[in-house]
C-alpha cells in the first residue's frame, strides 16, 4: 500500500531530485483525489457485495430505489442510503466491516451521523442503539447547499442572503457605474442563486427577496 509520496521541485522549468514527504501523505496531495477514488471503489464492492448476499432484506431509499443507488461519494464524504429499517442497517454494518477488514480504515465517528425521515421512532431508536454514530437533525449543509426531506423554510435560505448581502456591501467601497453593477449581478450574484436553484426550489418569499437585490 502506497504510504508516501516523494516530490520534485521545478527549478528553470526543469525538474530537480526527489525528496519523501515527512508526513506520509496528506490531504491536498496531488495523489489524494486518485487514491480516494481506489479505496472507495472497494468500499462499492463490499457495499455491492453485502446487497447482493441479501437482496430479500436490503431495502432502497425510496428515492434511490429505481437505479439501485445505496451510496454516493464526494471529495472525501460518503453518504448511504437505506429505507430505514433495521434489516437494511445490518447490511450495511456488514459492509463497513467488510471495507475495514479489506482496507483496515474506519469511519470518523466524530463525523459520521445518520438521518431520519418519516421513520418509526422505535424503529429509530433501534438503529440509533446498532450504530456507533449519533444522531443527526435536518437540515444538513452539503456542498453549501441544504438539503431536508420537507420543504425547506425561508430561514434556511439566510445563508444565500448574507453571502449576496456581502458581497454586495464589498462593491459599494468600489466607484462602479450602473454598467458595472449590473455586470457584476449578472456574473457573481446569479452564479450563486443558480447554483442552489440546481439543487433546490426556493420559495416563493426568498424569489421575492431576491427580486429586489437586482435593483440595486
Request: charged fraction near 20%; aromatic fraction near 12%.
Amino acid at each position: 500500500m502506497l504510504q508516501t509520496s516523494s516530490f520534485s521541485l521545478a527549478i528553470n522549468g526543469e525538474s530537480v531530485g526527489f525528496f519523501k514527504g515527512a508526513r506520509g501523505l496528506r490531504q491536498g496531495d496531488p495523489l489524494s483525489p486518485y487514491l480516494f477514488t481506489l479505496v472507495m471503489e472497494g468500499f462499492h464492492m463490499a457495499m455491492k457485495h453485502c446487497i447482493q448476499l441479501a437482496s430479500d432484506s436490503f431495502g432502497f431509499h425510496a428515492g434511490c430505489q429505481a437505479l439501485d443507488i445505496s451510496h454516493l461519494c464526494f471529495a472525501d464524504d460518503l453518504f448511504v442510503f437505506t429505507s430505514g429499517d433495521v434489516a437494511s442497517v445490518d447490511v450495511l454494518k456488514r459492509a463497513l466491516d467488510l471495507f475495514r477488514s479489506w482496507s483496515g480504515m474506519e469511519p470518523s465517528l466524530e463525523k459520521s451521523e445518520v438521518f431520519f425521515a418519516n421513520v418509526p421512532d422505535d424503529t429509530k431508536m433501534a438503529i440509533i442503539n446498532s450504530l456507533p454514530f449519533k444522531a443527526g437533525v435536518f437540515p444538513i449543509r452539503y456542498l453549501g447547499v441544504p438539503l431536508s426531506p420537507t420543504r425547506l423554510k425561508v430561514t434556511d435560505f439566510q445563508p444565500l442572503l448574507d453571502k449576496v448581502i456581502s458581497r454586495i456591501h464589498n462593491w459599494k467601497v468600489k466607484a462602479l457605474s450602473f454598467a458595472g453593477r449590473k455586470l457584476l449581478i449578472s456574473s457573481v450574484l446569479q452564479s450563486l442563486q443558480l447554483y442552489w436553484m440546481s439543487f433546490l426550489q426556493a420559495t416563493t418569499l426568498f424569489a421575492c427577496k431576491n427580486l429586489a437585490l437586482e435593483t440595486l
